[in-house]
């Protein structure tokens, strides 16, 4: 069904290239991919599209699984470097850390990419469901026009260029074939096969199939009109349904997801005097990994659940605005970009290692010192900003264009039904269609729609040509820079309606308009439903988790400080020789291993693995799978994000540290 490869499958004929050798093509292999790939499971894969083997997929989960072992094999030498023979006597908690991840992690990635093409074959379905309104609106519109059931499904099938249509034009090809006895028993066995996912549809499906036995045209429009009700009300009533229970899934993700694990850092400095030892690398696994894991496959299970409802408009490739960009070129401009801004912060943290504090002088001792520079600026926020100008930077140069070009693309959409109405009314009168064109385009001047409407009276005028050469031609048609579906599927029926009937082409426009007005109070119906579920998030992504996370990591760093002083007052003043109890007392104080900047990179990279997931989350929810929406709100959040971190780090540290210093 798709058309280019898809990256799964790309993905899957390159590991097979190079890493062949981990699976032989033998009895043991075969006994494998028939346990973990039974039919059903062939069935699934068939449906997707995929051209890609059990073997191969087999191969690339182990493969992955593989490399996440290493990695966190290697990260596992590192920990047990810094700790050498120690590690599980001085910190067991970090070592059983060491050991769920290292058996954890291969194990979820491997079943995710196991069972990824059973969640794209979900995800296909899904997203057909939200083509329904598209195609049912072009059958109910042709045969408003035209009573022919067969050639309304035809021109469904040939104007859309969503999936839904591609299941009608393998429906039709089935009928030419024989395998159908007619377009009634075609349209049965349709309606039959999508009721199993939509109710609704196949309602619809039925309505539109006995329209077209309805005898006179009042009869008929009133059934057709029952039959985009029904579909409609129908998205309206899954869509609702979906928004009731997504009020507990939210509040898991933004109390055990954001609120507690936030709240939570400011109390680990504290953790020593009840005799826990928390480490940096302990913080790292279940801030930076666990956590976001499974915030991860939560999200993930919510969106799977999510309902389609009107799918984003379709931008090919090859559109003007968006064909200059190259997007690994911009990549690697944007990683340079980057990396050039992180430089500062990975030469600051690695300075300390390579300079001991006895030793630095002048700048040296500045920047090694503890107290020096990072007592007003964390140094590893430079870390934390390189991420995010290279993200940001990609995702405004390459989707910037995206977005605007389907924002043109939808406005010129909500200005066509006021057009077309003006257009139809100016038929009735017995007007020329380039007269016609010519006054609607007065009419609604100063929309897009009114250049595209003027063009094509003035091409009717000037050129005399033929309403469908003035509209399509592809060397001066008014709609060949008009890439919207919606709008040219329309203007075919008006072509093919006006040879027949102007009045009754006319007739047709105005209820088309009244149909196209209603398709878009629906969607902006269900836009606002789901957004007043997901601005919450959104606000959260944006202002309140870096505000709380950064009003909690100047908190860590007074709290650091008050310790270390009371640490050092115990030893040098209270504590006498021999004093093996209160000593005790007082190096539980010291927070093992823990300095304020590497808190500061910790929790600034899950504030930044909150914003991706988050972003997406709310995306998914109030757009669907529509990737240059989320990539541009990712390149809006993530900026804006690390400024009130940073902001928040320094004005607490600041007014924290002038707190230490009048008590």
């Known amino acids: 069904m798709n058309q280019e490869p ?3 499958v790309e993905a899957s004929q390159q590991v097979e290239r190079y ?3 981990l699976l032989p093509d033998n009895t043991r292999t075969k006994k494998k991919i028939a346990k973990y ?5 062939v069935d699934i894969l068939n449906f997707s599209g995929m051209e890609i083997t059990p073997r191969q997929i087999l191969l690339f989960a182990n493969v992955v699984a593989l490399f996440s072992f290493l990695g966190m094999f290697l990260f596992d030498i590192v920990v047990m470097l810094h700790y050498g023979s120690s590690l599980f006597t001085q910190d067991p908690l970090t070592a059983l850390l060491m050991i769920v991840l290292s058996v954890l992690l291969p194990v979820v990635l491997m079943n995710l990419v196991a069972s990824y093409p059973k969640t794209y074959a979900k995800y296909m379905k899904i997203h057909s469901l939200g083509d329904i309104p598209e195609v049912l609106s072009y059958l109910v519109m042709y045969l408003k026009l035209v009573p022919n059931l067969e050639n309304s499904v035809k021109f469904a099938a040939a104007e859309s260029s969503t999936s839904l249509a591609c299941d009608l034009k393998k429906m039709l090809w089935d009928m030419e074939i024989r395998l159908y006895h007619g377009i009634e028993d075609a349209l049965t066995s349709f309606a039959s096969m999508w009721g199993k996912w939509s109710e609704p549809f196949k309602r619809s499906l039925h309505l539109i199939r006995s329209s077209v036995q309805e005898r006179d045209e009042a009869s008929r429009t009133v059934t057709l009109n029952r039959a985009l009700d029904v579909a409609l009300d129908g998205t309206k009533e899954m869509m609702n349904d979906f928004a009731t229970k997504l009020h507990q899934p939210t509040m898991v993700i933004y109390s055990i997801g954001i609120m507690i694990p936030l709240s939570l850092v400011a109390m680990l400095p504290a953790a020593g005097l009840i005799g826990m030892r928390i480490t940096i690398f302990q913080v790292f696994m279940l801030y930076d990994v666990i956590l976001p894991l499974f915030l991860l496959l939560y999200m993930r299970k919510i969106l799977l659940s999510r309902p389609a409802t009107f799918n984003p408009p379709n931008i090919p490739d090859d559109h003007p605005d968006i064909l200059y960009i190259h997007k690994y070129r911009r990549l690697i401009m944007s990683l340079i970009l980057g990396s050039a801004v992180a430089f500062p912060g990975a030469v600051f943290v690695i ?10 002088q002048g700048v040296l001792q500045y920047i090694v010192d503890p107290n020096g520079l990072n ?24 989707y910037y264009p995206h977005k605007k070009v389907r924002d043109g693309i939808k406005q010129i959409e909500r200005e066509f039904s006021d057009a077309l109405y003006i257009l139809g009314k100016r038929i009735a009168e017995d007007k020329s269609p380039e007269e016609a064109f010519m006054y609607a385009a007065h009419t609604v001047e100063g929309a897009k729609i009114a250049e595209v409407f003027s063009q094509t009276g003035f091409t009717l005028t000037a050129m005399h040509t033929n309403l469908d050469d003035a509209l399509f031609s592809e060397e001066y048609g008014s709609l060949r820079l008009v890439y919207s579906d919606r709008i040219k599927a329309i203007m075919r029926l008006f072509v093919e309606g006006i040879k027949k009937s102007q009045r009754a082409v006319s007739v047709s426009l105005i209820k088309i308009a ?19 579920l997901t601005s919450t998030l959104r606000s959260t992504a944006a202002m309140f988790a870096p505000l709380i996370a950064g009003v909690t990591l100047a908190i860590t760093k007074l709290i650091t400080t008050i310790l270390e002083s009371m640490r050092g007052k115990i030893s040098s003043d209270i504590l006498p020789s021999g004093s093996g109890v209160l000593s005790s007392v007082a ?13 500061v990179l910790v929790v600034g990279i899950y504030i930044i693995e909150l914003v991706f997931l988050l972003t997406r989350f709310t995306n998914g929810i109030d757009e669907g799978d529509d990737k240059p929406a989320f990539m541009y709100s990712l390149g809006k959040t993530l900026p804006t994000s690390m400024i009130v971190l940073t902001l928040t780090i320094i004005l607490g540290q600041m007014l924290f540290s002038q707190i230490i210093r009048t008590s």
Request: proline residues 6%.
């Open 587 to 599: 190096d539980a104080f010291t927070l093992e291993n823990v300095r304020p900047e590497y808190f």
């Open 37 to 41: 790939f039974p039919s059903e499971y």
């Open 514 to 532: 009244d149909h196209l007005k209603e398709l878009q109070g629906v969607e902006t119906k269900i836009k606002d439903t789901l957004y007043s």
């Open 19 to 21: 890493f062949s050798w």
């Open 375 to 398: 007592g007003l600026f964390p140094v590893t926020l430079f870390l934390l900003w390189g991420v995010a100008v290279a993200v940001t930077t990609y995702c405004f140069s390459v």
């Open 351 to 360: 300075m300390p290692y390579l300079v001991p504090l006895e030793e630095a």
């Open 6 to 8: 898809h990256w799964f």
